[in-house]
């Protein structure tokens, strides 16, 4: 594939949506190293067929004297796994733990370090593929501002922001979202994810980011939070937000059905029937489902059959 312009990058949604718990400045080296590895991802299934090596200047990813720290992290990355699944040849899925760098080298005083990248990772880096094999597609994020945001979480918010920004928004479990950031056992407390999360990322975004979001937790079903909505906005007036409130609404109804973030289904379906014109006939249909649900008027399995009925008659989509 060609290579994006030099101020954004293509990230793998398998990074976007990936458990893992890396800092700030890991994070920076992770965008180095998917930057070098730009012109070789692909739209099709990878083979296991050996690892990589690749050069980065650290002078993109902070200041001189600095330059040992951001080694120490690199090699702190070794001890860090990235979890992941894909489908094998004979269409069983497996998992797979692996970490992004297996080894760093960096000469003495030099401003670059050279990082091994194992074989077992590049389908997470290089796969962008939106197939039934598992690779889930592509993020653009501009490259500047993904370095220069400070904390963490902010990056990763910001990643889906980027990612969701021409829907409008997007709507998650909380414990999945929590899982996601790998801070389910941190942040136990709803008012310390909001204060210590949400609300700094949120502010970083809004003054320093081309994209940024606002968010509303809600009890569905549940005596305490329990789903987290997204709406995603753009700094930039030129651009417009794409079908704000109706297509996380039904993004939403089928995560239900499809509640997996580890593959596509709610979203791809979704995404059919906005390119099929549908999404308002579509929420006619489910949004009195929806409130059957919500008001435990309806199981969930009677949802989810009913939902895969309407799918299927109604719209020709099988699932």
Request: charged share 30%; proline share 3%; net charge positive.
């Amino acid at each position: 594939m060609e290579k994006q312009d030099s101020l954004s990058i293509i990230q793998p949604n398998r990074i976007t949506n990936a458990r893992y718990e890396w800092t700030a400045i890991q994070k920076n080296i992770v965008y180095g190293i998917i930057d070098a590895l730009q012109n070789e991802m692909s739209y099709q299934p990878l083979l296991f067929d050996g690892g990589r090596e690749y050069v980065l200047d650290l002078e993109k990813i902070t200041d001189a004297e600095h330059y040992s720290y951001v080694q120490k992290e690199a090699e702190e990355m070794m001890k860090r796994p990235i979890h992941y699944d894909w489908k094998g040849k004979n269409g069983k899925m497996n998992d797979t733990t692996t970490a992004i760098i297996a080894s760093v080298t960096r000469e003495r005083g030099a401003r670059f370090i050279r990082v091994e990248i194992p074989k077992m990772t590049l389908p997470v880096l290089l796969y962008i593929g939106a197939g039934d094999s598992g690779g889930g597609g592509f993020t653009v994020i501009q490259k500047t501002i993904a370095i220069s945001l400070k904390s963490k979480h902010s990056k990763r918010l910001y990643e889906l922001c980027c990612r969701w920004k021409d829907k409008g928004g997007f709507n998650m479990a909380l414990d999945e979202f929590k899982k996601m950031l790998y801070v389910e056992k941190k942040y136990k407390d709803i008012n310390k994810l909001r204060d210590q999360v949400l609300d700094v990322a949120k502010k970083e975004l809004k003054e320093s980011a081309d994209v940024w979001f606002e968010y509303d937790l809600k009890k569905i079903k549940s005596r305490s939070f329990n789903w987290i909505y997204f709406s995603m906005f753009q700094n930039d007036p030129k651009l417009k937000n794409a079908e704000k409130g109706l297509y996380p609404n039904i993004y939403n109804f089928l995560m239900i059905s499809f509640p997996s973030m580890f593959n596509d289904y709610a979203m791809r379906i979704a995404d059919q029937l906005s390119d099929k014109g549908q999404l308002s006939n579509a929420w006619s249909k489910f949004r009195p489902i929806y409130e059957k649900y919500v008001s435990n008027e309806m199981e969930a399995k009677h949802l989810v059959n009913t939902t895969r009925k309407i799918l299927r008659e109604d719209f020709g989509i099988e699932k």
